[in-house]
């Protein structure tokens, strides 16, 4: 049962515009939220974070929101830029020294010229 | 640092064969993972380790699965004996969990089982 959600396997966007991430999550005690970037042949590499205590974090071109009301969260990158092509893990912790990170299975993201 | 070291980088091998995976963290990371990628599941967590001592291995899928923590240094994931099913991309990431949250991945070990 997938405690974390990425609904859509890919997203195509244009170079300029804003691309929108979407993440959901089913257990209530998860307080931490990563999202992670991976190139082709590479490991994630950690992107952004936000605790559950925020709604929002922004970090340069990325923005992570987090509405805990719906277990859902999004990452915004404006604008987009070709080196974003990628693949978006978002993640999760129930935090504590029981730091395992629980991730979705990603959105691989296009950026297009 | 040279970051999470993880070997070899490929691996083919026949089905029923024994199979070992190797991870270096980054020094004084005291956490250290093993998940694997594959298409339909995207990155599971098979187990994890604090100061060498596994902690959770509920991911690991069958008894072929098993690994090791000897050192702070060095971990090991081996399959014996290897299924077709078993080819993904198996990760090892390390943490200081004290420190910060989010982990530091290796660049992955590709596993095909013919």
């Known amino acids: 049962d997938q405690q974390v959600k990425q609904n859509s396997p890919s997203l195509s966007v244009q170079e300029g515009r804003i691309s929108i991430l979407n993440c959901d999550y089913t257990?209530?005690?998860?307080?931490?939220f990563l999202w992670y970037k991976k190139y082709p042949a590479e490991g994630p590499t950690f992107l952004i974070s936000i605790s559950s205590i925020k709604d929002k974090n922004e970090d340069g071109r990325f923005t992570v929101f987090l509405n805990k009301s719906a277990k859902h969260l999004s990452l915004h990158i404006v604008p987009s830029q070709p080196g974003d092509s990628a693949v978006y893990f978002c993640a999760a912790s129930a935090g504590g020294r029981d730091d395992k990170i629980i991730f979705g299975k990603g959105t691989r993201l296009h950026i297009l010229p | 640092d040279a970051g999470v070291i993880q070997s070899p980088r490929h691996e083919v091998t026949e089905m029923g064969q024994e199979v070992t995976l190797r991870c270096k963290p980054i020094?004084?990371?005291?956490?250290l993972f093993w998940y694997r990628q594959t298409m339909m599941r995207g990155l599971e967590l098979l187990i994890y380790f604090n100061n060498n001592v596994p902690i959770d291995d509920s991911g690991m899928p069958e008894d072929r699965f098993s690994a090791k923590m000897p050192n702070a240094s060095f971990s090991t994931l081996k399959i014996q004996p290897s299924e077709p099913r078993d080819s993904a991309v198996y990760f090892c990431?390390?943490?200081?969990?004290?420190?910060?949250?989010?982990?530091?991945f290796g660049s992955g070990t590709r596993l095909t089982v013919v």
């Open positions: 020094s004084g990371h005291n956490s």
């Open positions: 990431a390390s943490s200081d969990w004290a420190a910060n949250y989010g982990y530091t």
């Open positions: 257990n209530s005690m998860f307080d931490y």
